[in-house]
C-alpha cells in the first residue's frame, strides 16, 4: 500500500488540488452570481492551489520523462558517450532541484512574517510549494539517475 501511495504520490496529490480548485471555483461562481455576495478567500485559495499543482506537476512530468529533452541526438550518439550524456543530464537536474529546494526554503522561512489579505496565514503556506516541489523533483531525478546508471553498470562499479 505504501509503495503504491509513493509511485503515484504527485497524481494523488495533483488530483486532490486540482479537484480542490474546481470546488472553489464553484463556489466562487455561485457566491457571486446566485448569492451576490462573493466569498472574499476564494480566488487567493485557488491562487495557492494553482501555485501548489505547478510544482507537484513539474515533479510529475519529471518522473513521467515529459520535460523537454533532446533526445533524438542523444540516442544517436555512440553508447558509452550518450550514456555519459543522460548522466550527466541527470546530475544537473539533481542540482537544479537542490538550489530550488535552498531558495524555496529562504522564501518560505522569509515569508513567515508577511501575512495574506484575504485568508490572512502567513505566506510561508503558499511559498512552501517550492520546496516541498523541489524535494518531490528530487527525489524523481535521483530514480531518473539510477535509471540511466541501470543495475548491470551499478553493480560493475561497486564491484570494482
Not at 500500500?1 to 470546488?23: F, P, T
Not at 546530475?91 to 512574517?113: D, H, P, Y
Amino acid at each position: 500500500m505504501a509503495k503504491k501511495i509513493y509511485d503515484n504520490m504527485e497524481e494523488i496529490l495533483g488530483s486532490v488540488l486540482l479537484v480542490g480548485m474546481c470546488v472553489v471555483a464553484v463556489l466562487q461562481v455561485v457566491s457571486r452570481y446566485i448569492l451576490r455576495e462573493p466569498f472574499s478567500w476564494t480566488e487567493e485559495v485557488c491562487t495557492f492551489m494553482f501555485v501548489w499543482l505547478t510544482f507537484v506537476g513539474a515533479s510529475l512530468a519529471l518522473k513521467t520523462g515529459e520535460h523537454f529533452a533532446v533526445e533524438v541526438i542523444v540516442d544517436k550518439l555512440p553508447g558509452r558517450f550518450g550514456q555519459g550524456i543522460k548522466i550527466g543530464s541527470c546530475l544537473l537536474v539533481i542540482l537544479f532541484t537542490v538550489l530550488i529546494i535552498w531558495f524555496g526554503c529562504r522564501l518560505t522561512i522569509n515569508g513567515w512574517s508577511s501575512i495574506t489579505p484575504a485568508l490572512e496565514i502567513p505566506r510561508s503556506i503558499p511559498y512552501a510549494a517550492v520546496p516541498v516541489g523541489g524535494i518531490l523533483m528530487l527525489i524523481r531525478a535521483v530514480e531518473n539517475l539510477f535509471k540511466s546508471i541501470g543495475p548491470a553498470k551499478l553493480k560493475s562499479v561497486t564491484e570494482n
